[in-house]
């Protein structure tokens, strides 16, 4: 009970919020440009409203559940998801954290992937509106 009482502060700390509103930057399909972990030009993700957050599922085998969280001047989103065990990918299973930031023209991702060791691979990723895709 008190571990949800710490989470639940945490969170209200944070500023996190389920507003359709301040997902709207988000919401849509989007073409990856950019990769610390290697050039993906088919790599795509899209971002819908789901339940009461938000859902992006990329089209390499992960998917992540996320919610708003607002700061001074900025609106992220922040969440935890997977990578489906039937992928075939390295990462299979693995649990990952995300990170997402519309600067006006681009979102900017920051991924963790826990991996057996206990150390995360972090992931740097660039994306653009997904021009094929109305």
Do not use: Y
């Amino acid at each position: 009970m008190r571990f949800l009482m710490l989470i639940a502060a945490l969170i209200s700390m944070l500023g996190v919020e389920r507003s359709h509103a301040q997902i709207e930057p988000f919401t849509g399909h989007w073409l990856q440009t950019f990769s610390t972990a290697g050039d993906c030009p088919t790599c795509r993700i899209s971002i819908r409203p789901e339940g009461d957050g938000f859902e992006v599922v990329s089209n390499n085998g992960w998917s992540a559940s996320v919610a708003t969280t607002t700061r001074p001047g900025e609106v992220s989103v922040i969440g935890t998801g997977i990578w489906d065990p039937q992928t075939g990918s390295t990462d299979l299973g693995r649990k990952l954290r995300l990170f997402l930031l519309f600067d006006g023209q681009s979102l900017i991702m920051q991924m963790a992937i826990g991996q057996e060791d206990g150390q995360q691979q972090l992931i740097h990723a660039n994306f653009v509106r997904d021009p094929s895709v109305r």
